[in-house]
């Protein structure tokens, strides 16, 4: 079994795979400083509360946003586990060809993101990661990666509002029943939703309109990826795991005899 870690800034995501086969996934919190140990120690026993011994796992990848996390992170997995893990970065084998200015100032959750929507739905295929950040990322029929756009996340617009303003409440963020909102909480919560519909919206229509490229799939990912993705049309798929299945890609792609 491997075990693939997506390191973002707000949540550590693990799932492990049984060959292409996703047997379970949890998460912790990635703005917490945590020791080698104390990571170990809780992987561990969040893997035998979903049914995985810690022997079972031969293999693991990592892909990090947060690099303060690295150290503790990889020095667990490599005590706790006695793997020393696969790290997305330069010259890790994607696939994909990135052309862009200057590739190393891509993340990389980005290339992981854009490896698995390449692999799972070919090209040219636009992905969309609801994340802390909302991007943008698109691959052309031929995997090619240069066009990138990064706007606000969700959950940054709601708590700038609740922040910054002194009068406005930390809500839930869900869409109200109606945009005609008649108080405080529902109105943010029409002007946070549908105003990240729209944008999105906006942003694939004019992505579409400047590439010339008419009929590229649209990907979603990401936590909230699913409420944006159902008020749209012009999202094709929500792919809630397509971030870990691209790890695991990557790992076979880099990985012998796996």
Known sequence: MILVIDVGNTNITYGVYDGD?????????????????EYGMMIGALLS???????????????????NVMHSLTGAVK???????????????????ITSENPREIGADRIVD?????????????????????????VTADGCFGVGITAPGIKISAKALWTDTAKLPEIEIKKPASILAGETISSMQAGLVYGQIGATEH????VKRQSG????????????GRLI??????????????????LKILYQKNVKNQ
């Open 21 to 37: 086969k996703l047997v379970t996934t949890f998460r912790m919190i990635s703005n917490v400083s945590r020791t080698s140990d």
């Open 49 to 67: 509360s979903n049914g995985v011994k810690t022997g079972d796992i031969t293999g693991a990848i990592i892909a990090s946003v947060v690099p």
């Open 79 to 97: 005590r706790y586990f006695s793997i020393n893990p696969l790290i997305v970065g330069p010259g890790t084998k994607t696939g994909i060809k």
């Open 114 to 138: 854009v490896v698995g929507a390449y692999e799972k739905y070919g090209g040219p295929v636009l992905v969309i990661d609801f994340g802390t950040a909302t991007t943008y990322d698109l």
């Open 203 to 206: 942003i694939i229509r004019e």
């Open 213 to 224: 490229i008419k009929d590229m799939k649209v990907v979603s990912t990401g936590g909230l």
């Open 229 to 246: 993705s159902e008020e749209t049309e012009l999202i094709d798929v929500y792919d809630p795991f397509l971030t870990l299945e691209g």
